[in-house]
């Protein structure tokens, strides 16, 4: 039996352990796809890829004006005062939350009423020259990480709150703006992008600037595990704290490098505005037959879809999804940070837990990465060339 080529950027203990694990549970040609198949499951940012997809599908809607929400929905979605906290932290200015919400719900109804993409007739070029857009832009994007690194709030509210932001948007624009994210942020630079709110426009927070990160790259060693996985007749599923809807075009499509099935992509939900019934959350939503129109044509509304039990898959959520979709444990689970601990260390059955190390420190992951220099059995460590998106050995 040939041992598959994972590519050479692996921790070699790492490496042996995944080669030793496709040796163990491969699944012969006649029994292919059993539904009793052995399970790998993989978070998607910075796990799967380099970079966080989902965070940059949001700022590109924030850069392109891709909403769906009237400025009266769009001022309703802004948080007021989040779990009781009034202020962002101060490495983000600490300006009061409610202020920088106002600004930018201000900021948005002008540019609605302007852009041809939503309520106006001015092209994306023309808008962009008002003043509103770089306040819009600078303040939506540091409102959004504020909440994130905010004490007390953190992503348990901001990925939920950034999903929701996505009301109104049909399937089809989601999967177009996620292929053209894709595709751009694949030859954009590693770096960051400073953006400042002009000082020439009266508002409530003054002056906000912030720093935002650019670029995604495909991981060769990821993609090349996922193929040889695939071969090997494991199940695969990805379970991310993204909108599922912006994950799953990537997923379906057999030639991308991460191609799994549209049915094993396990996101965060909106429910469609039809109030469509797609069953247990084992039944594929993209595959329901809606009430009007093809299901593509679906819109979102901002009601997060815990219909049949599922949940939010942030934490414990990814959880309760694998064992609520899925149904049996993984031999095999991916993550890199504190919204995949849970499902990391849940399952006694996991037989390599795959750490991603972004170099950060200061999170639940630190003990995973200590037991994984410790050699605990099923615990291995992965780094990675932060400037390059590439995996060290």
Known sequence: MQTPDLGSGWNPRLKSALERLIAEYRVEPSDFDPPDAPVAVFDFDNTTVFGDFGEQVFRHQVDRLVFGMTPEHFAKRMPDNPRGITHVAEKFGGAAINDLAADIADAYAVLHGAYEGLGGGSSLEETRRLPEYPEFRAKFNLLFDALIETPGIGKIYAYPWSIQIFAGMTRRRLHELSHSVWEHELRAPIGVIDLESPANLKSRSGVQRTRVLSGIRVVDETARLYRALRAAGFHVYIVTASFQEIITPLAYEFEHPYFVGRDRVCGTRLMPAEHID???????????????????????????????GYAVTYGPGKVQVIDSVIGRAPVLVAGDSDTDFEMLVEYPETRVRLLIDRGSRGSVMDDLFARADKGEDSYYRQTRDEKKGTFLP
Do not use: C, I, Q
Request: aromatic residues 6%; glycine residues 6%; hydrophobic residues 30%.
């Open 278 to 308: 797609n069953g247990p959350p084992v039944d594929d939503a993209a595959e329901a037959t809606p009430v009007a129109g093809p299901d593509d044509e679906w819109t979102f509304t901002d009601e997060l879809d815990t219909r049949h």
